[in-house]
């Protein structure tokens, strides 16, 4: 703005100078003035065009650049979200492949290292959500039926608090024990009572 008013400053002077310079009497003399006028609102028109001009050009690269950030924040939004998706599609593969049932030893309640192993893989999961779980635990059908359900209800809780130390709310976590009344295997021996003494995890 003070640029455009310097110059219609030094353009007024100089056709002021111009035309004083031809007059010769006062109706000359009107006539320089009235011509001063009109070519300084010319010129005034013309420099308020180009500063116009020039700041819709200013406007455009404001926005251009506005435009470019925002595309930019998105992509880097969409490409965190794609990546996260990922992670948790092979977190629900891993806690799939180490399955949900835990097996063990004859009258324990101690978790084995690969029962552990399988247990990581789902509470790796479970910490991307806010489901909840139920954990049913089982015996073999030897001892009495009181003592297996003890014993179920054992390994049930022995699942829960290694959950439980790794970040998952006990809330979180139901338990209950079934004993020996509800087998995975029927018929004695060694081959069915493993698979019968075991926690199932129940989504």
């Known amino acids: 703005m003070e640029n455009t008013l310097s110059k219609a400053v030094i353009a007024k002077a100089v056709i002021a100078k111009a ?70 599609r092979d977190l629900e593969a891993a806690a799939s492949a180490a399955g949900k049932v835990f097996y063990f030893d004859f009258d324990s309640s101690t978790l084995r290292s690969d029962v552990q192993d399988a247990l990581d893989a789902h509470i790796a999961l479970l910490k991307t959500n806010n489901s909840s779980v139920r954990l049913e635990g089982h015996t073999d059908e030897r001892g009495t039926r009181d003592y297996n359900l003890a014993l179920g209800e054992r390994r049930a809780n022995s699942v829960r608090d290694y959950m439980v130390v790794n970040g998952i709310a006990s809330y979180r976590i139901e338990t209950v024990s079934f004993g020996e009344e509800q087998p995975n295997a029927y018929g004695s021996g060694e081959a069915n009572w493993s698979r019968n003494r075991r926690v199932e995890l129940v989504p």
Do not use: M
């Not at 003399?29 to 200013?58: G, P």
């Not at 690269?61 to 880097?76: H, L």
């Open 19 to 88: 035309v004083n310079a031809t007059a010769r009497s006062p109706f000359d003399s009107i006539i320089a003035k009235a011509l001063t006028l009109v070519f300084t609102a010319i010129f005034l028109a013309a420099c308020a065009s180009t500063d116009t001009t020039t700041d819709d050009t200013d406007t455009g690269a404001d926005t251009g650049t506005e435009t470019t950030v925002d595309t930019s924040e998105r992509d880097r939004l969409e490409a965190q979200r794609l990546a996260e998706e990922r992670r948790i």
